[in-house]
């Protein structure tokens, strides 16, 4: 199956279920990374750089 099918299937599950959208999305990009073996090390690390761009 398609990492994409996997991504918008695993997104609106969360979002019928009531988890909010911020935490849907990195829910379901988490979720795909971990199954196609994309190295899970790289979410916290691009989590980490995005917030360290905002600016306050």
Not at 30 to 53: C, D, Q, R, S
């Amino acid at each position: 199956m398609h990492p994409a099918y996997i991504l918008f299937g695993c997104f609106f599950l969360l979002m019928f279920a009531g988890v909010p959208i911020a935490a849907s999305l990195g829910l379901a990009g988490t979720f795909v990374i971990a199954i196609t073996g994309l190295g899970i090390m790289a979410v916290p690390t691009n989590v980490y750089a995005g917030i360290a761009k905002y600016p306050l």
